[in-house]
Structures are given as C-alpha cells and as structure tokens.
C-alpha cells in the first residue's frame, strides 16, 4: 500500500497475547479469535517456561515477587499447541515466541541452550522465522564494566544466533527495562560487538521512552540492524514514574508520548520488510485495547494490517 508521502509499506502487523496471558488456557484461545479478528495476520507468544518464569521473578521490577512457579511440562504442551494449531484454527501465523535467558550464566546456559534448540525447531515447523529473545545478566551487575562484559553477552547471543540460522530461523535480541541493555549508551555498546549477521535486533520504543530516551532516533540509526519490531506507547517516563508503575505506563496505540507516527515513517523509509508485533504489557480491557490500535493503524497511519 502507498499513501500520500509515504513509501510503499513492505512490513505487516501481528499482535501479542499477553494481555490475555492470565488465567486459564481458554483466555488466550479467546485472545487469538480476537486478534485474528481484528484482521491482525500474526501473532506472538511468551513461551511461559520456568526458566524465563524465574528470570522475570528475580530481575524485573513487576510488583511484588512470590516463590518460584513451577510450570508443568503439560501446560507448555498446551501452550505450544496453540501456537502450531492457530493457522488451522483461525488462519493466523505465529511471528515468534519470545523467550527470556540470562545467557552468561554458565550453570544456567547448558539449559537455556537446549531450550532455544527446542524451541527454534519448533517455530521452523510452524513456519515462523524469528526467535524474539531478551534477558542477559541485570543491568545493575555489569553497569561499571567495561566492553568485555559486552563482548561475553554477544558472545552467548552469536552462539544462539548461529544455531537458529542454521535452521531458517533469525534470532533478535530485546533492549528491556531492568536487563543488560536498557538505555542508548548501552545500546550502542552492544552494538559496536554484535555480529549482525548472525543477530539483529527487536525494538520496543516504549521501553526506550521510558528510560527518556529518543525512540525514532533509534530506528533511525539501526535500521539495517531491526528484523523484529515490538510496538507499544507510553504515558509517562522514569521523570515521573518508577519500578513497576514504569511497566504500567506502557500504553495502546493512539495513546501517550511516543512518536509512533515517526516510528512508521522510518520503518517505511527503511523498506522494512519484517513484522511489527504490537504488544501491551496489561490491560483490563484487552479485546478492546487490541481493536483500538488496531483502528489506529489503519486509521491513523494509513497502513494496512497484513502486506502479502
């Protein structure tokens, strides 16, 4: 599709699910007819392990922290049923399904490997193409290290990369609030060491904004370096809000403080050609938060939802 002043839109829309991602299994069913309805083509996951459970247990700032959840191997099953019976079921595609690691653990790697091998042979036969990773170790840990604790992280990050490539399969790596990469500064670190051959990157400008960062400068700058978009608002940043109200500031489409509309207009000056996976952390109403950005997308942006 070509609008006015704008360059033919190469990039699709899919939505996440975590806004129905609580409760029963029956919520995220619902929450896939949904997008699917809304005209969405595709759709992310979080893989819901243990291991990425824990992950955000200790290190993310999201409310109160209870015991360890221990999940059981026949609720993953049902989960990654969902995913591979939603072409099927509804006739939308998985993008990813984002999973979470500290990656430089060495007592934890043997492990978190092993998930992404599963994992990644999964998604190669739902026919998605990207693996959506974030985590590493916490930002307060190596804040005053120099480059080799970035080149250590890569390093895990290329080991990973290589491997889902060798299957049709591009890993990006997720900057996020409270892991190793959070701001610009480190950002740009991790770039001046990361093999972009083997890693690009997935952007979330409401993460960026709220550590009062510029968002669109970031698109601007590692365009070539962006397969995988996570787009999102946000009404407020760490100026005036602060751990875990940081996360409920993140807001639907058509809301906050972030340039989206600049945000398509570099994606479209890129020739992006990827997926923007729209996403909202929480909300109360989430058929509605989902319908809402997507009538902004069309409406707003002038874009189309699904680009064959």
Known sequence: MT???QMAQKF???YQLITWDFGPLSRLEHGLAEVAAQGFGYFELLLGDTLGSDFARRWLTLGPITEPEVISDSQIFRRLELVAGA???????PSSVYADGEWTNELLWPTEFAKVKVLTRFLQGCGA????TGGGPHHQEHAAQAAPSYQGFAAKLHEIGAFTASCGV???YHPHLDTFVETREQLDRLMDVLDTGLVGLCIDPAHFQVKREDPVDIFRTYASAIDYVHLKNCTADES???GYDRYLAFS???TGIIDIKGIAAALLAANYEGIVTVELDYSDTPDESCARSAAYIRDVLGLELVVE
């Open 240 to 242: 005036t809000v602060s």
């Open 129 to 132: 193409t990207i693996l959506a």
């Open 3 to 5: 609008t006015k002043n």
């Open 170 to 172: 591009r890993t990006v």
């Open 87 to 93: 072409q099927g079921a509804h006739g939308i595609r």
């Open 252 to 254: 639907e489409l058509g």
């Open 12 to 14: 699709s829309f899919g």
